[in-house]
């Protein structure tokens, strides 16, 4: 009798835990693929776009994302692995870096070079506004801002 009993309530025990696994069983899958997407997302590189101003316009879609990259670290790293030139002055603090050419284009008293990331005008000196992993940054030699 006391043996009947025991395998009853074992019996009960599994068919409850399984009736709970079963129940949460989208909760831990959407756990573990939060967790595949942020793995995913922080080996996502950054985009750089170059816009001369003059209707040539160059994309690179691999540039390698590190933790702390910076706008001007992304432009760096692309001219190191792509092979075109930036000449920039340090202003440090809050100024940062300003990008005076870009592959020999610069140096107009009416154009500049200015950047956005994901769409959104940068605000900040190039060495202080960090980028993240997905992030499509744009460089353009234009009038003020457009």
Same mark, same amino acid.
């Given at each position: 009798?006391?043996?009947?009993h *025991?395998l009853?309530?074992?019996?009960? #025990?599994?068919?409850?835990?399984?009736? #709970? *696994?079963?129940?949460n069983?989208?909760?831990?899958?959407?756990?573990?693929?939060?967790?595949?997407?942020?793995?995913?997302?922080?080996?996502?590189?950054v985009?750089l776009m170059l816009?001369? $101003?003059?209707?040539r316009?160059?994309?690179?879609?691999?540039v390698? %994302?590190?933790?702390?990259?910076?706008?001007?670290?992304v432009?760096?790293?692309?001219a190191?692995?792509q092979?075109?030139?930036v000449?920039?002055?340090?202003f440090?603090?809050?100024? $940062?870096?300003?990008?005076e050419?870009?592959?020999?284009v610069? *140096?107009g008293t009416?154009?500049w %070079?200015?950047? %956005?990331?994901?769409n959104?005008?940068?605000t900040?000196?190039a *060495?202080?506004?960090?980028?993240?992993?997905?992030?499509?940054?744009? %460089?353009?030699?234009?009038r003020?801002?457009?």
């Amino acid at each position: 009798m006391k043996k009947t009993h *025991g395998l009853l309530l074992l019996l009960i #025990v599994f068919v409850l835990g399984a009736y #709970v *696994g079963v129940r949460n069983a989208d909760k831990f899958l959407a756990v573990r693929q939060a967790v595949s997407d942020e793995r995913a997302q922080e080996n996502d590189p950054v985009s750089l776009m170059l816009d001369f $101003g003059d209707g040539r316009v160059r994309t690179f879609h691999a540039v390698a %994302w590190q933790e702390g990259m910076t706008v001007a670290d992304v432009l760096h790293a692309g001219a190191d692995t792509q092979g075109f030139t930036v000449g920039s002055k340090d202003f440090g603090g809050s100024l $940062g870096i300003f990008v005076e050419t870009i592959d020999g284009v610069g *140096g107009g008293t009416d154009r500049w %070079w200015q950047y %956005w990331v994901n769409n959104v005008y940068g605000t900040v000196g190039a *060495g202080n506004r960090q980028v993240m992993p997905g992030d499509v940054v744009e %460089w353009k030699f234009i009038r003020g801002q457009q």
